[in-house]
C-alpha cells in the first residue's frame, strides 16, 4: 500500500466507480498486486472533503472539519482482491491516516439501486447497498442523511441541485456541466438562450428522471495511533444498531 497521487487514484476510481466521477480529496491511497509482472494497481481508498463542513462537523463536533476530520468517499476494489483484502487495505489506510493527524471518518452507504439505459436496455450499474463493509470494520452506525430528490441521467449518475445551480445562475463550471448533458444527446444552447429554460429542456430532451430517495445509511469511525487518541474523539449524534438485509421472500 502507498499513497498515490490526485491523477492516477482519479483515473482509477473514474474507471471503475460506478459514478465515474471524483470528488475533492486530501489523502489517497492505493493498494497494488505484488504477483503480477508489473506491480498492478487493483485498489483506491481516497479520503475527501465534502460540500459541506456539516457533513463531518455533526457526526464529529470536537474535530477540525477537513484536517482530523473526512470523508472516507471512495472504497474501490478489483474482483480480483482476495476477500480479506478491502479490510487488510483500510486497516493500513486508517492507521496512515491518524499518522496524519486525522481523528475520524465518516462514509455513506447508499441503498438504492442504480440502474443505466443503453441503446434502448436498461442494466443495473450498482446494486443497493447497507454499508457492509464499514459494519465489518466496526463503524458506528449513525442513521441515515436527509431524503432527497434526485435527477438522475440516462447513465445513472446524478445531475446535483449544485451542479444544475451553475447552469442556471451563469456560475464558474457550467460549462463542464452542459457538455455533460450535450454528451448525453442534449442540444447545445444557444449563445443567447436563457440557460435555465435550455436546462429543463435539455433534461426532458435526454430523458432524465426524477427519483426520491430516502436517505443514505451514515457511518463513522474514530481514528488514532493509539487507543487514547481514539476514545478522545467524541461522536455527537446518536448511535444505533447495523441495518440488515431483507430477506427474499420465499
Known amino acids: ?46 479520503l475527501g472533503i465534502p460540500m459541506s463542513n456539516q457533513v463531518l462537523t455533526n457526526p464529529f463536533p470536537t474535530l477540525v472539519p477537513n484536517e482530523e476530520s473526512l470523508e472516507l468517499s471512495r472504497l474501490v476494489l478489483l474482483d480480483s482482491v482476495a476477500m480479506n483484502g478491502e479490510s487488510w487495505f483500510c486497516a493500513r489506510v486508517f492507521a496512515r491516516a491518524a499518522e496524519h493527524g486525522v481523528r475520524g471518518l465518516v462514509s455513506f452507504a447508499d441503498p438504492v ?35 432527497r430528490t434526485l435527477t438522475l441521467l440516462p447513465d445513472a449518475t446524478v445531475l446535483t441541485a449544485r451542479a444544475q445551480a451553475k447552469v442556471t445562475g451563469g456560475e464558474r463550471g457550467r460549462n463542464g456541466v452542459v457538455a455533460r448533458l450535450v454528451t448525453l444527446g442534449a442540444a447545445p444552447p444557444h449563445p443567447d438562450e436563457d440557460l435555465a429554460q ?26 488514532g495511533r493509539t487507543r487514547g487518541e481514539r476514545t478522545r474523539t467524541t461522536i455527537g449524534m446518536a448511535t444505533g444498531p447495523y441495518p440488515k438485509p431483507r430477506l427474499a421472500a420465499a
Not at 465489518?136 to 449513525?142: E, K, P, S, V
Not at 435550455?198 to 481514528?223: D, E, F, K, V
Request: a positive charge; charged letters at 20%.
Open 198 to 223: 435550455w436546462l429543463a429542456t435539455a433534461l426532458r430532451a435526454i430523458g432524465a428522471r426524477r427519483q426520491r430517495h430516502p436517505g443514505n445509511h451514515r457511518y463513522a469511525i474514530r481514528l
Open 113 to 147: 439501486p442504480r440502474w443505466r439505459i443503453i441503446e434502448g436496455r436498461t442494466e443495473m450499474i450498482k446494486p443497493g447497498h447497507i454499508g457492509i463493509v464499514y459494519q465489518a470494520l466496526n463503524f458506528d452506525y449513525l442513521g441515515r442523511s436527509t431524503r
Open 1 to 46: 500500500m502507498s499513497e498515490l497521487d490526485s491523477i492516477l487514484a482519479e483515473e482509477f476510481c473514474v474507471r471503475h466507480h460506478y459514478s465515474a466521477a471524483w470528488p475533492a480529496t486530501k489523502y489517497r491511497f492505493g493498494l497494488f498486486d505484488l504477483h503480477a509482472y508489473e506491480p498492478q494497481l487493483v485498489g483506491v481508498v481516497a
